[in-house]
């Protein structure tokens, strides 16, 4: 068949999938967004892995975006894995009237990459209309990595970065995955040590992932709603795609939402197996409707939360969407992106990339008793400027056989 409708076949395979998930009632929590649901399984290119939005501690009037994609990219096969896709979106939604709908948006696309020692271009469309390009960075596996290549655009101030480097969250994945997975055996009831059985192994450090990130000025973002600013990630492609003689695929239709990420862990840790991509394809006004309320208030009770901390979780994640929020008049001030405790996730403060969300939201799950996975920051240090994220692991050299930083 010369000519493969993609949608009828993703279709296909995800009633498979989802049977499969029914007949096991298996749950997993790969990371805050990593590898979240069947179809992306199998669509790296679309899969989201964090979101990070935060005020520019080096200056406050400036807001950072950062949505990492494609999580476990090895050094050795940046050429091979170092591509974003040309058929993908790449969206920041951006709720700034105080409800669930996403009212402005910053948009990223690129074209097309072979990897090795090329480049690509991305094309950036800002809420106002602009737009502005920029190169990506060159992915290598020289023993050091290329410098990050930022553009500045003049006219509003506006950068953007793009390449391969280390993955910035951090978790001890098979902890969460064993504490979840005992919450599913016996609900009500977890083995809440699991979480840090393992004594703060980083399932995340040694590997990359894909960065797209964007700085721009608060007074772009704001709306009615004043200083609270709402930010959601979503990877969307077109309906229809299909693949012609020589592979290149031609894409038409209206945008679909492949993945999703507002606050972490909720999709991945709270939503059913069966629901995930489900929850993805849908929008956070869904959410403020109710749609996946019943599942999530199920989860949390199963981990043993009582009714006043589902409460509060609910109110994160369902009253307004799932959403993260970020109040721009909360000052944003430290190294690596920003740590002064009255700041950060949880505190209206957006996400930084050393907040320990993970203990953070185990906590409340918990109660309010301090749950930990005893991972309390990322293995390397994160820059004190755009694009704050750290260094790719690149190959190591040869002569000997040193640590390659993995946790598993």
Same mark, same amino acid.
């Given at each position: 068949?010369?000519?493969?409708?993609?949608?009828?076949?993703?279709?296909?395979? *995800?009633?498979?999938?989802?049977?499969?998930?029914?007949?096991?009632?298996? &749950?997993? #929590?790969?990371?805050?967004?990593?590898?979240?649901?069947? +179809?992306?399984?199998?669509?790296?290119?679309?899969?989201?892995?964090?979101?990070?939005?935060?005020?520019?501690?080096?200056?406050?009037?400036?807001?950072?975006?950062?949505?990492?994609?494609?999580?476990?990219?090895?050094?050795?096969?940046?050429?091979?894995?170092?591509?974003?896709?040309?058929? +993908?979106?790449?969206?920041?939604?951006?709720?700034?009237?105080?409800?669930? &709908?996403?009212?402005?948006?910053?948009?990223?696309?690129?074209?097309?990459?072979?990897?090795?020692?090329?480049?690509?271009?991305?094309?950036?469309?800002?809420?106002?209309?602009? #737009?502005?390009?920029?190169? #990506?960075?060159?992915?290598?596996? =020289?023993?050091?990595? =290329?410098?990050?290549?930022?553009?500045?655009?003049?006219?509003?101030?506006?950068?953007?970065?793009? !390449?391969?480097?280390?993955?910035?969250?951090?978790?001890?994945?098979?902890?969460?995955?064993? %504490?979840?997975?005992?919450?599913?055996?016996?609900?009500?009831?977890?083995?809440?040590?699991?979480?840090?059985?393992?004594?703060?192994?980083?399932?995340?450090?040694?590997?990359?992932?894909?960065? #797209?990130? /964007?700085?721009?000025?608060?007074?772009? %973002?704001?709306?009615?709603?004043?200083? /609270?600013?709402? /930010?959601?990630?979503?990877?969307?492609?077109?309906?229809?795609?299909? +693949?012609?003689?020589?592979?290149?695929?031609?894409?038409?239709?209206?945008?679909?939402?492949?993945?999703?990420?507002?606050?972490? *862990?909720?999709?991945?840790? *709270?939503?059913?197996?069966?629901?995930?991509?489900?929850?993805?394809?849908?929008?956070?006004?869904?959410?403020?409707?109710?749609?996946?309320?019943?599942? %999530?208030?199920?989860?949390?009770?199963?981990?043993?939360?009582?009714?006043?901390?589902?409460?509060?979780?609910?109110?994160?994640?369902?009253?307004?969407?799932?959403?993260?929020? *970020?109040?721009?008049?909360?000052?944003?001030?430290?190294?690596?992106?920003?740590?002064?405790?009255?700041?950060?996730?949880?505190?209206?403060?957006?996400?930084?990339?050393?907040?320990?969300?993970?203990?953070?939201?185990?906590? /409340?799950? =918990?109660?309010?008793?301090? %749950?930990?996975?005893?991972?309390?920051?990322?293995?390397?240090?994160?820059?004190?400027?755009?694009?704050?994220?750290?260094?790719?692991?690149?190959?190591?050299?040869? !002569?000997?056989?040193?640590?390659?930083?993995?946790?598993?």
């Amino acid at each position: 068949m010369n000519l493969v409708r993609r949608s009828a076949l993703v279709l296909s395979v *995800l009633g498979l999938i989802v049977a499969f998930s029914v007949q096991f009632a298996t &749950k997993k #929590t790969a990371a805050s967004d990593h590898i979240d649901s069947p +179809i992306l399984t199998q669509d790296r290119g679309a899969d989201l892995a964090d979101l990070y939005a935060f005020l520019d501690p080096n200056d406050n009037s400036k807001v950072v975006l950062i949505m990492s994609t494609q999580g476990f990219v090895v050094s050795g096969e940046h050429f091979g894995m170092s591509i974003f896709d040309p058929n +993908i979106r790449y969206r920041f939604e951006i709720e700034n009237t105080g409800d669930a &709908k996403p009212d402005a948006f910053i948009d990223v696309t690129y074209s097309r990459g072979i990897g090795r020692l090329t480049s690509q271009t991305a094309t950036i469309r800002l809420p106002d209309g602009k #737009t502005l390009t920029a190169p #990506t960075t060159i992915a290598t596996q =020289n023993y050091s990595p =290329n410098e990050p290549v930022t553009t500045t655009d003049p006219a509003t101030g506006a950068r953007f970065f793009a !390449g391969v480097m280390d993955d910035p969250f951090f978790l001890d994945d098979t902890g969460a995955n064993r %504490l979840v997975a005992s919450s599913l055996m016996h609900p009500g009831h977890p083995d809440k040590s699991l979480l840090g059985a393992r004594g703060g192994r980083d399932t995340y450090a040694g590997f990359n992932t894909l960065i #797209t990130a /964007v700085e721009v000025p608060v007074s772009m %973002l704001r709306g009615p709603a004043g200083s /609270v600013i709402g /930010v959601n990630s979503v990877t969307q492609r077109h309906a229809i795609q299909t +693949i012609g003689e020589n592979n290149e695929i031609r894409a038409s239709g209206d945008w679909k939402t492949v993945d999703r990420d507002g606050n972490p *862990l909720i999709n991945n840790g *709270l939503i059913p197996g069966p629901r995930k991509d489900e929850y993805n394809a849908s929008t956070t006004e869904d959410d403020a409707n109710g749609k996946f309320k019943a599942d %999530l208030v199920k989860d949390i009770k199963n981990l043993g939360t009582d009714d006043a901390h589902i409460a509060m979780l609910a109110k994160i994640a369902v009253a307004k969407g799932d959403i993260l929020r *970020l109040d721009t008049s909360v000052p944003n001030r430290g190294s690596g992106g920003g740590y002064n405790p009255n700041g950060g996730f949880g505190k209206m403060g957006g996400r930084r990339l050393r907040d320990d969300v993970v203990d953070i939201a185990f906590t /409340v799950i =918990n109660n309010g008793v301090p %749950l930990t996975d005893h991972v309390n920051a990322n293995e390397k240090p994160f820059r004190n400027v755009f694009p704050f994220v750290a260094d790719p692991t690149q190959p190591f050299p040869p !002569g000997h056989n040193p640590d390659d930083h993995t946790r598993q």
